[in-house]
């Protein structure tokens, strides 16, 4: 986590992958019986060192899977923890909502410049864009979708309207 903070990046992503298999080591297995509940743990143990190590850097954790219920023996994260959510309903959020970590949501977008036809703009450089996101917070065909943009458009209400795009600088 150190390595990747300090190539400069502010957040970084800690969380069991699909497939995980929990260690079967007696030191692991002696924190908690239950293997969702050591990963959470664990999982803080390391937030709270890197709060002292990089203050001011983030660590996102990951509800999934085995930790799709949030912890049983603690109910407090360190400020520095951010938590992605696999399930996002109402239930969901007020399981949570006793834990104090951060109600908020990013998303990270890589879009390479050959994909657009074009060069690196030089710094300084103005363009407007807009990022829509379509969800369905009961699941797909299951209710109706909810639509966010990045540069709200409240009057005609559709992505596709470039006189309501934001503005991004080049730098
Ligand atoms: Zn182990």
């Known amino acids: 986590m150190e390595k990747q903070l300090d190539k ?9 992958t699909d497939g995980y298999q929990p260690c079967q080591c007696e030191r692991c297995r ?7 509940e050591r990963l959470w743990i664990v999982h803080r ?4 060192e890197l709060k002292k190590r990089r203050p001011g850097k983030r660590v996102m954790m990951i509800s999934y899977s085995a930790t799709s219920k ?8 360190p400020d520095n923890v951010v938590m992605q959510m ?3 309903t109402p239930d ?20 390479p410049y050959t994909t657009l036809g074009v060069d690196p703009p030089p710094p300084g450089t103005l363009w407007t864009m807009n990022v829509g996101r379509e969800e ?18 409240l009057e005609t209400r559709t992505f596709h309207d470039p006189s309501t795009f934001g503005d991004v600088v080049f730098k």
Do not use: C, M
């Open 136 to 153: 369905y917070p009961l699941g797909h065909g299951n209710g109706p979708a909810v639509y966010s943009l990045w540069s709200p458009n």
């Open 8 to 16: 400069g990046y502010q957040w970084v992503e800690l969380g069991q």
């Open 86 to 88: 696999s399930s996002y």
């Open 70 to 77: 949030p912890p049983r023996t603690f109910k407090r994260f």
């Open 92 to 111: 969901a959020f007020a399981q949570w909502a006793p834990y104090g970590v951060d109600k908020l949501w990013t998303a990270e977008l890589r879009i």
């Open 30 to 36: 002696a924190l908690h019986p239950e293997p969702g």
């Open 45 to 48: 143990g390391l937030a709270e």
